[in-house]
């Protein structure tokens, strides 16, 4: 039956405002039906609890009829292991027993039909003893129906996880030993949105996404106001969370308060979000002010991709962990010192480079760690670094697993906002929540997804139940400063088995950006200070190091390549476009063989640069030796290139620029040649053509001479 189900359905998961904007689909060739749950109240089972409430619609979907759709609620033995934990977020089938009897949802539902759900449990007599004992239950949303030309089975379900603080009726009882935990809030943007940054020039978007992520009901936006909301309400709550911002993100939205463009295929164009820019910035730095803040990698850079850019150079990997100085700048407030918080466990590599770049803590997953440190820290063997485990279980839980093969039941987790349910039942597990025996750890340092993706409704659920659990000493505050002030709890070395495929950087965009590496190295090797701009090459390059940083995010995981380097190479040409050779705007005549070439040549950066001219296409013309040229800063003129025409007539040239290590300058100009003269290899090889004519005749002459004396003599 399930096989059956599982070959034609899927089921989505919607859960709006509790759950808001929350879907689940089951990834099944022919899906035919979508249930949409606008609710799931409560959240939290406790002693007052007197219901459980689910509600929502039922859609079908596909193109044949579902007869006696029904729904019931079910729910499976309490969670005593991670696996039993694992089981529920992945959606695998575990053994449960109905709450309810089955709800008719409608007696039919023709193809594109809705019919509302709506199942409510009372929490009482033998429903109540359920939910007895305090634990993490598995609670799942079970939909059966007939589809047409088929039998009955079980179309889809929802598994997901209820945390259950005391049996509904029961007495509540003393807690002791609770776990610390500290939360961090991370605000980083879906993508890099810049497009463009060049020096002394506005910057210029990708597109006006992030105006709106940062206003309304944009992402950005949710996670600031439901923090600011709740942290004023909740003391323990503020206590315990540190905000992780991106430096790249804030930089980004800095410009946009002084007005930025936009790029369209037709031109630049006046970007809308100046006014959102200036509120959101404003709101952010109410929220962190005097708060616990550690920074993110500069658009949350693969650290790993970096050092495989630029193989044995650790700069780029410096370049992202500095970005203290520029949290502080825009955002007001100091970043935990040395503090990073980087995806994924660090390699040997990655880890040498930034104790290099004065990192002393690295936050980080707990599965490569070894020995494993039970929440207290591990300072790695042969370097200062201490890495500090983020629960790999938690934030599993609200990231989202993958799915069970083959397996009916659609784990709400691998959706944005429903995942927070799970977040909430894997944080209560971890606390020790119903469980008796194992090892509980002294701490939690809980870690969303970096670009967790809800409403400000459900952030805010989430934000206050955490509370609530705070309030009911399931878990205790602690601030990450505190956190950092125990010593380790171990020493040991990072398990490193080299890149894991699946979260890596794609080899084509790290080879990209190596080449754009190379190119913009050469351009600022070619690069001279002017002592009037007094600007230094590298600040002119520097948007090509940033860009290489967008282009190595975390952010372009799963995305087309093209769209990592779009930066990189934009900011390369930007710099490249302003060293100019000028299109005539008539025909040039060389007044003779050897007439020097004028070439128009504009700088507009506040460097001088050097470079070299080439002639392509020129199979009429013949320059001197190649050699350096230097342009001065900011200004323009003509340089005569001394050429040698070959060839008289009409034709054509095409001159560029590039620099000596060969980046090309500009785009090449095509030169429409006029020449009267001869070059002097024409005007000897039209002598030496003439010399051979005239002995040619002249042979001819004698022979014919000799040839008429000869029978005059003979007539004679």
């Known amino acids: 039956m399930k096989r059956f189900a599982a070959a034609f359905l899927s089921v989505l998961f919607l859960a709006v405002p509790a759950l808001a904007g929350a879907t689940v689909a089951q990834a099944q060739e022919g899906a035919r039906l979508r249930i949409d749950l606008a609710g799931l109240s409560p959240r939290v089972i406790t002693q007052s609890s007197t219901a459980l409430t689910v509600t929502g619609t039922v859609t079908n979907t596909g193109d044949r009829r579902i007869t006696k759709p029904q729904v019931r609620l079910q729910v499976g033995d309490r969670a005593t292991t991670e696996r039993g934990v694992g089981d529920v977020l992945s959606g695998a089938v575990v053994k449960d027993t109905p709450l309810t009897d089955f709800t008719p949802v409608a007696d039919v539902l023709e193809p594109g039909q809705s019919a509302p759900l709506n199942v409510t449990v009372p929490l009482t007599g033998p429903r109540a003893e359920r939910f007895a004992r305090p634990g993490v239950y598995p609670l799942l949303v079970n939909v059966n129906g007939t589809p047409e030309f088929g039998g009955a ?9 209820m945390p259950v603080l005391t049996g509904p009726g029961k007495q509540a009882t003393s807690r002791s030993g609770a776990p610390s935990m500290t939360l961090l809030w991370p605000l980083t943007g879906n993508v890099p949105h810049v497009y463009a940054a060049p020096y002394g020039n506005p910057v210029v978007l990708a597109d006006d996404r992030l105006a709106d992520e940062i206003s309304g009901d944009g992402r950005l936006n949710a996670l600031v106001t439901s923090a600011a909301s709740t942290a004023r309400s909740n003391a323990n709550l503020a206590k315990s969370m540190c905000f992780a911002l991106d430096p790249d993100l804030l930089a980004t939205v800095d410009a946009m308060t002084r007005g930025y463009l936009v790029h369209t295929d037709t031109g630049n164009v006046d970007g809308k979000g100046v006014e959102a820019a200036k509120a ?13 803040v550690v920074a993110l990698p500069f658009a949350d850079a693969d650290l790993d991709a970096l050092t495989r850019i630029r193989p044995g150079d650790t700069s780029l990997v410096t ?6 100085a520029t949290v502080q700048q825009v955002a007001g407030v100091t970043p935990q010192t040395g503090v990073l918080w980087p995806d994924g466990t660090p ?10 770049a004065g990192v002393r803590t690295v936050l980080t997953d707990a599965g490569k760690l070894a020995p494993a440190a039970a929440g ?3 300072t790695v063997q042969g370097s200062s670094v201490r890495l500090q485990p983020t629960d790999s279980l938690i934030s599993a839980a609200l990231a989202g697993v993958p799915t069970v093969p083959g397996s009916v039941t659609v784990p709400a987790s691998t959706e944005r906002a429903v995942a927070s349910q799970n977040g909430l039942g894997a944080l209560a597990f971890r606390a020790g929540l119903g469980v008796t025996g194992g090892q509980r750890p002294d701490h939690l340092l809980v870690a969303p997804p970096r670009r967790w993706d809800a ?8 934000l206050q139940q955490v509370g609530d659990f705070l309030n009911a000493g399931l878990v205790t505050a602690t601030g990450l400063t505190a956190l950092l002030a125990a010593a380790p709890e171990a020493s040991g070395a990072v398990g490193d088995g080299g890149p894991d495929p699946a979260r890596s950087i794609d080899a084509a965009v790290v080879s990209t950006l190596a080449d754009l590496d190379d190119k913009a190295t050469g351009l600022a090797s070619a690069m001279q200070l002017d002592p009037t701009k007094r600007v230094k090459p590298d600040d002119v390059v520097e948007p090509v190091r940033l860009a290489e940083l967008r282009g190595a995010s975390t952010a372009w995981r799963g995305l087309p390549a093209d769209a990592a380097t779009t930066n990189a190479q934009a900011e390369l040409a930007a710099i490249s476009g302003r060293v100019t050779v000028s299109q005539p705007k008539q025909t040039i005549a060389l007044a003779s063989g050897n007439s020097p070439l004028p070439v128009y040549v504009s700088n507009d950066l506040p460097v001088g640069i050097n470079a070299r001219f080439s002639l392509d296409n020129n199979t009429g013309l013949r320059p001197e030796e190649a050699k350096d040229w230097f342009f001065p800063a ?11 025409a070959l060839r008289a007539g009409r034709f054509s040239v095409d001159v560029s620029l590039s620099t000596p290590t060969g980046t090309q300058l500009g785009s090449p100009a095509r030169f429409e040649l006029t020449s009267t003269e001869y070059g002097a290899i024409t005007i000897i090889a039209t002598v030496a053509a003439g010399v051979a004519l005239l002995l040619l005749a002249s042979r001819r002459i004698y022979r014919r001479v000799k040839d008429a004396r000869a029978g005059r003599d003979v007539v004679a």
Do not use: I, Q
């Not at 370049?319 to 203290?324: H, K, S, V």
């Not at 390699?347 to 290099?356: I, N």
């Not at 409403?455 to 989430?462: D, Q, R």
């Open 455 to 462: 409403s400000a409704g459900e952030f805010t659920a989430y």
């Open 376 to 378: 207290g820290g591990l």
């Open 319 to 324: 370049r992202a962990a500095a970005g203290a």
């Open 280 to 292: 959101w910035l404003t709101e952010l730095r109410a929220l962190v002010g005097g708060r616990c």
């Open 153 to 161: 089975a079980r179309l889809g379900a929802v598994s997901m996880l």
């Open 634 to 644: 900011s200004g323009g003129k003509n340089y005569f290139l001394p050429v040698e």
């Open 347 to 356: 390699s040997a590599a990655v880890l040498t480079a930034l104790s290099d």
